[in-house]
């Protein structure tokens, strides 16, 4: 057994499903920021602009599906590829051809889908590479490409404001383009890959209760950090006037604390136990919404409290799949595709539904308090299963894991 981290896998290939993921999801997110532009160009009303933002997710939560079968029928790095090539040329297409209507972004909104698919690739093609005693690393520095979110946050509604938002989609092509090549020319497959899984395997998970469990569980915490995610540079616009790239500066804080505390969030879950720390992330996560949805007359004020829920949800992503492992280590393969796709149907739910609510009320306040009341059904959700499962898998005899 190699114990050095460096020596057990393939670094390259470490580096470039980083990489990989890290872009993937920055062009996945990008309508989030430049929702607000975009809207005012297109003359779209807030329940339009909310499902132009929401249309990504849902695409990318039933293309992770997909996108993982096929790196199980043919390899991760040729799954990859695949879906670096579509989003390269939807993006180039909406560059050159430019996005006139309502329809059409929904349209690019679809394909961007294939950004947020990459989970299903870059995660197995990094741990693939990995014994067992790395996996939490590989993992770790992998899946931190999530990262890649505060990068638009940060960076899309500058570019816009000076460029034009058309020509973000361009500009975008520069880093994508770049990690193509890198990603071709270093990442490999695994020698040893797992045999593919039949569609059975997942209708089979499916009949199992606590599948379910754990896909609502996480549609709350990473529906909550996609959604929120989303919805924030046209909350702040809305509700504070900020121009959009000062609502995508406030946007980028909350997403940052929100992808820091994924990785922190798993290894707290191991110290004190993933039930208890869920336990916690609903508690505050559900407080924060429930406050913020007082109209609050300070923008600080309401930074700082989606500061806190985002943590919150973050630790709460981590979290989760600190546990899933503990109860399904022969299915963790076709359970994490199911459940990463509840996340991702989440946060679409969540972003559109944000949007019609304000439509429909002329604020957020209902939608955030309807949020904050899934996250106080999840509690009780968990506290409820919480003895069934510390005395079934999660026992002392079943696992040394802290559940």
Same mark, same amino acid.
């Given at each position: 057994m190699n114990t050095s981290f460096w020596k057990a896998g393939h670094a390259p290939t470490l580096f470039a499903a980083f990489l990989y993921f890290d872009l993937s999801f920055m062009v996945w997110y990008v309508l989030g920021p430049l929702g607000v532009q975009i809207a005012s160009d297109l003359q779209l009303s807030t329940q339009q602009r909310g499902m132009m933002v929401a249309t990504p997710i849902l695409a990318g939560a039933v293309l992770r599906f997909l996108m993982g079968i096929l790196a199980d029928r043919t390899s991760p790095k040729s799954a990859g590829l695949i879906g670096q090539v579509i989003v390269i040329g939807a993006l180039f297409c909406a560059w050159q051809l430019g996005i006139h209507s309502y329809e059409q972004a929904l349209l690019l909104g679809v394909f961007l889908g294939f950004a947020g698919a990459s989970f299903a690739v870059s995660l197995p093609l990094a741990s693939q590479w990995y014994p067992p005693e790395h996996q939490g690393k590989a993992m770790g520095i992998a899946g931190a490409g999530n990262s890649g979110t505060v990068l638009a946050a940060l960076f899309a509604p500058a570019l816009a404001a000076a460029f034009g938002w058309g020509n973000v989609f361009g500009l975008?092509?520069?880093?994508?383009?770049?990690?193509?090549?890198?990603?071709?020319?270093?990442?490999? $497959?695994?020698?040893?890959?797992?045999?593919?899984? =039949?569609?059975?395997?997942?209708?089979?998970?499916?009949?199992?209760? +606590?599948?379910?469990?754990?896909? /609502?569980? %996480?549609?709350?915490?990473?529906?909550?950090?996609?959604?929120?995610?989303?919805?924030?540079?046209? %909350?702040?616009?809305?509700?504070?006037? /900020? +121009? #959009?790239?000062?609502?995508?500066?406030?946007?980028? !804080?909350?997403?940052?604390?929100?992808?820091?505390?994924? #990785?922190?969030?798993?290894?707290?879950?191991?110290?004190?136990?993933?039930?208890?720390?869920?336990?916690?992330?609903?508690?505050?996560?559900?407080?924060?919404?429930? !406050?913020?949805?007082? $109209?609050?007359?300070?923008?600080?004020?309401?930074?700082?409290?989606?500061?806190?829920?985002?943590?919150?949800?973050?630790?709460?992503?981590?979290?989760?799949?600190?546990?899933?492992?503990?109860? /399904?280590?022969?299915?963790?393969?076709?359970?994490?595709?199911?459940?990463?796709?509840?996340?991702?149907?989440?946060?679409?739910?969540?972003?559109?539904?944000?949007? =019609?609510?304000?439509?429909?009320?002329? +604020?957020?306040?209902?939608?955030?308090?309807?949020?904050?009341?899934?996250?106080?059904?999840?509690?009780?959700?968990?506290?409820?299963?919480?003895?069934?499962?510390?005395?079934?898998?999660?026992?002392?005899?079943?696992?040394?894991?802290?559940?």
């Open positions: 975008a092509l520069i880093p994508l383009v770049l990690v193509l090549v890198i990603f071709a020319s270093v990442a490999k $497959n695994a020698p040893n890959r797992p045999a593919p899984k =039949a569609l059975g395997d997942y209708l089979k998970a499916l009949g199992d209760r +606590d599948s379910w469990w754990f896909m /609502f569980f %996480y549609s709350v915490t990473f529906g909550g950090f996609l959604g929120l995610a989303s919805t924030l540079p046209g %909350y702040f616009h809305d509700q504070y006037a /900020f +121009d #959009p790239v000062k609502a995508g500066y406030y946007t980028a !804080a909350c997403v940052f604390a929100g992808s820091l505390m994924r #990785p922190l969030g798993g290894a707290l879950a191991d110290r004190i136990g993933g039930i208890r720390s869920l336990l916690v992330v609903y508690t505050v996560a559900s407080l924060s919404i429930c !406050a913020v949805g007082f $109209n609050l007359p300070s923008a600080s004020a309401a930074l700082a409290l989606f500061v806190l829920a985002m943590l919150s949800l973050g630790a709460g992503n981590g979290a989760v799949f600190q546990l899933v492992p503990q109860r /399904f280590r022969k299915e963790i393969g076709v359970m994490t595709g199911l459940i990463g796709m509840a996340g991702g149907i989440g946060g679409f739910l969540l972003a559109a539904g944000l949007g =019609a609510v304000k439509q429909a009320t002329g +604020d957020y306040q209902f939608g955030l308090w309807l949020f904050a009341s899934l996250g106080i059904l999840a509690w009780f959700g968990l506290y409820g299963v919480k003895l069934r499962w510390r005395t079934t898998w999660g026992s002392a005899a079943m696992t040394a894991a802290r559940v």
